[in-house]
């Protein structure tokens, strides 16, 4: 079942009415049909006319989550990560490198671009 609205120079437009479900089926729903619109649609508040408003939704950012566990950013804005070569072989490793390695360490300006897309909400100085 569709409504139809007829509109000057033979222009129709059918627009299709909700299916009511089961529960609502000792309940009568009036339909009113609006009267033609004669001219191009505005947005005033006409009793008649309804605007046609185009709303975007804006979807949220999703945080990729292995990133936010690798990443932190310091307070001057600048993304640190943990260096390379810390999880095994330790035993032919000095002392001296083993301890160098357990520090962070300041991520290239040039693998900002990747970390930013993953992590959306990164608080990260644009310089």
């Known amino acids: 079942m569709a409504a139809t609205v007829s509109r000057p120079a033979s222009f129709v437009v059918t627009v299709p009415l909700p299916k009511m479900s089961t529960c609502f089926k000792g309940l009568s729903l009036q339909v009113q049909q609006r009267p033609a619109i004669s001219g191009p649609l505005s947005t005033s508040s006409q009793g008649s006319q ?23 950013v310091t307070g ?33 300006k040039c693998d900002y671009q990747n970390i930013t897309r993953a992590l959306p909400y990164l608080k990260v100085s644009k310089s």
Do not use: D
């Open 76 to 108: 001057s804005g600048k993304i640190m990560c943990r260096r390379a070569g810390k999880q095994h072989l330790l035993w032919k490793k000095n002392t001296k490198r083993r301890k160098r390695l357990s520090k962070m360490a300041l991520v290239e």
């Open 50 to 72: 309804l605007p046609i408003v185009s709303q975007q939704k804006h979807y949220k950012a999703k945080t990729h989550q292995a990133s936010a566990k690798r990443f932190r």
